[in-house]
């Protein structure tokens, strides 16, 4: 797990962005052009993906199931057989809690699945492993929030996936156990084609439930085109959903098809 992950930090951004600007730097005297092209590259990475107008386009192509009008929640309960809520990160021992507490993006899928639980009675799932191999599970954590902070219990917690494909393969397995072979999504809109492909390998129905949509029309001053620290982090998550997406058939459609 170390090594994966500080080789996706380096080879992501704004890690890889960053050591093209060291390069330029290292290079500047020995291979002059080659140096600059590092710092142009490099310069121009990190200023196109700190803008939010360049958020709002990407995650525009991402973002390809529409929202759930709330007028149809009720009918989620013909639809479907359960809510299945994915993780979205955890935060180590916030003092104000006490303990570990869901990511702000795991809270607003969890408050979105409970309106939608409440609005439909259908059982909820979560969904979501441990991180760097620390208890406790992204699952626990979610289902805690759920009872604690929106009233509804969740029935299934599934605490051993650590992708988004594993998220659906233990689901599945859960799911499966209580004949239940129909299910509505809760992930962010970014996440959804990748997210639904892998549930809907494991033979799920599924009805899409996006929440956190990034692609609408920002009102900022300078019309999106000033830089931003949230901008480039979301177009890191926006990128990485992109390579994640490519990837998911050539390294799982084989094993989804034995």
């Known amino acids: 797990m170390p090594i994966r992950y500080f080789l996706k930090q380096l080879l992501m951004?704004?890690?890889v962005l960053l050591l093209l600007l060291l390069a330029g730097w290292w290079l500047r005297r020995r291979w002059p052009r080659t140096a600059t092209g590092c710092f142009v590259l490099g310069f121009a990475g990190l200023w196109l993906m700190s803008l939010p107008v360049t958020v709002e386009?990407?995650?525009r192509l991402l973002e390809r199931e529409p929202a759930?009008?709330?007028a149809h929640w009720p009918e989620l309960a013909q639809q479907a057989e359960a809510i299945v809520v994915l993780g979205g990160g955890r935060e180590r021992?916030?003092?104000?809690?006490g303990g570990d507490q869901p990511a702000s993006t795991a809270l607003e899928r969890l408050r979105y699945a409970a309106r939608l639980a409440k609005a439909s009675g259908l059982p909820v799932l979560t969904s979501g492993?441990?991180?760097?191999?620390?208890?406790?599970?992204?699952?626990a954590l979610m289902a805690q929030v759920m009872a604690r902070d929106h009233g509804v219990v969740v029935r299934w917690q599934e605490g051993g996936s650590r992708t988004t494909w594993e998220?659906?393969?233990h689901s599945a397995d859960l799911l499966r156990q209580a004949g239940i072979t129909r299910v509505v999504l809760v992930?962010?809109?970014?996440?959804?084609?990748?997210?639904?492909w892998c549930f809907e390998q494991q033979g799920l129905q599924v009805r899409a439930a996006p929440v956190g949509f990034l692609g609408v029309a920002g009102d900022r001053p300078g019309g999106g085109w000033l830089p931003e620290g949230k901008a480039l982090w979301q177009s890191t998550q926006l990128l990485n959903e992109a390579i994640g997406l490519l990837a998911?058939?050539?390294?799982?459609?084989?094993a989804a098809s034995e």
């Open 68 to 70: 759930l009008a709330e």
């Open 129 to 139: 492993g441990l991180h760097f191999d620390q208890p406790p599970s992204e699952a």
């Open 187 to 196: 992930t962010q809109a970014w996440h959804m084609p990748r997210a639904r």
């Open 248 to 254: 998911y058939p050539m390294f799982y459609g084989q």
């Open 167 to 169: 998220n659906a393969t």
């Open 13 to 15: 951004p704004p890690g």
């Open 57 to 59: 386009w990407s995650a």
């Open 93 to 97: 021992d916030d003092p104000a809690w």
